[in-house]
């Protein structure tokens, strides 16, 4: 199979429910619309249902909340919006019913709030349902557990016999309606589990995925990664005789030369230092030691390549660069498109993310006297690969 292949999957229909008030979320928009690793949270499980091949994808949304549900999944095509209810249970059951007539075998019902859903476990879910009416991703429970009784504890609860339970659940479409439509209580069920076994249904266990974790608390949106971040480089050297000048990646034909530990090459130290603050990985010191020997001499353009690697690590990608060095001589201007191409070429960008600019300080200062050369870089790197 192609690497890019649908994996062989049943054909499933599917479920978000997005028609909550994300109250305890505390953010200025329902939770499932805040932006969440560069998107809204709703459309990270969108996108990754509809890639699983989920058809049609019906999202249950909150009275009038046509325009923001459409702002968070802007562009993303075939999706079926539903104004929920009043309960989570209420939601799904007004979604299942938009989905009686489309003959779909299957249903998976999903938590706009559980933005990260790993294909794998949609997998695992698909696969159950081959032996039973229902199946959900549980995760085993790793602390102790307590009844608590006004603040006393009452006794231990068995913790190897509980699972936590998580969404997407997985049913066969008919009994899961069936079940909804059956229920006969307040419509408060935790969970579409729940309701099928009222109804007699069989549920199978299969392996959840700790990355389905619902954001629930404010915090939970703390730490996730800005879409974008910035960082800023700045470094010297001494300009002296009888060195090699080394400057954005090129030789340069000059009566005098940078001195330093590595090549020198000042406009590439303030790129790394950029890339390095950007991903919050320190400065260039730290991973290239001067009293390392092995960077004796080395061509700076290492430095670069192992600071975009880093940038990947952390999950982003350089977005754009721009550098500038300061002197007055060499001339820069014959070199700055070649300057920005090599560098754009270790950044694995596109050239026309680069900028390279130079200016002179007006023959003030250690620039102005030829005594060194200064480079100063900004850069965004942007979420994802
Ligand atoms: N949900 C829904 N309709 C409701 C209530 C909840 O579709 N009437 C959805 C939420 O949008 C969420 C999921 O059910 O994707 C799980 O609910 P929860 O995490 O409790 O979200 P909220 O109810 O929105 O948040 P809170 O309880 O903090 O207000
Ligand atoms: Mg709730």
């Known amino acids: 199979m192609a690497d890019d292949a649908l994996p062989a999957l049943p054909p499933f229909a599917a479920v978000i429910v997005a028609a909550g008030k994300g109250l ?24 990754a249902l509809l890639a699983a091949g989920a058809a049609p994808l019906v999202v249950a949304i909150p009275e009038n909340g046509e325009e923001a549900a459409r702002s968070a999944l802007g562009g993303v095509p075939g999706i079926r919006l539903v104004t929920g209810g009043a309960t989570r249970q209420d939601s799904v059951r007004a979604a299942l019913e938009t989905l009686a007539t489309d003959g779909a075998p299957y249903v998976l019902i999903h938590d706009a709030a559980r933005p990260t859903l790993p294909l794998a476990v949609i997998e695992r879910l698909l696969a159950a349902l081959e032996r039973r009416p229902g199946a959900i991703p549980v995760l085993p ?45 307040t419509t408060d069920a935790g969970d579409d589990a729940q309701v099928l076994r009222a109804a007699g249904g069989e549920v199978a266990l299969v392996d959840g995925d700790e990355a389905l974790r619902k954001l629930t608390f404010a915090e939970d949106f703390m730490d996730c990664q800005p879409a974008i971040r910035v960082g800023t480089g700045f470094d010297v050297h001494r300009l002296v005789p009888g060195e090699e000048l080394w400057l954005c990646g090129l030789k340069i034909d000059h009566d005098k030369g940078l001195a330093g530990h590595s090549d020198a090459d000042v406009a590439f130290h303030a790129v790394v230092d950029a890339l390095l603050g950007a991903a919050g990985e320190g400065d260039i010191g730290q991973h290239f030691p001067p009293s390392d020997a092995q960077w004796k001499g080395a061509p700076s353009s290492r430095f670069v390549e192992h600071a975009v690697k880093l940038v990947g690590d952390a999950g982003y990608r350089v977005g754009n660069i721009d550098l500038t060095i300061i002197c007055e001589a060499p001339k820069i201007g014959p070199h700055r498109l070649a300057m920005r191409d090599r560098l754009a070429e270790l950044a694995g960008v596109h050239s026309a993310q680069v900028n390279v600019k130079a200016t002179t300080t007006e023959q003030l200062g250690f620039t102005g006297r030829g005594e060194g050369i200064a480079a100063q870089a900004a850069v965004t790197i942007v979420s994802g690969r």
Do not use: C
């Not at 505390?26 to 690793?37: E, I, S, T, V």
């Not at 609860?157 to 479409?173: D, H, I, K, N, S």
């Open 24 to 47: 305890r979320a505390g953010q200025p928009l329902p939770k499932q619309f805040a932006h969440w690793n560069g998107k809204p949270v709703l459309r990270h499980s969108a996108e």
């Open 141 to 185: 429970v790793v602390d102790s557990l307590a009844y608590d009784e006004g603040g006393l504890m009452a006794g231990a609860a068995p913790r190897e016999q509980l699972r936590r339970v998580q969404t997407p659940q997985a049913f066969r479409f008919a009994d899961i309606l069936a079940a909804h439509r059956a229920w006969n209580g």
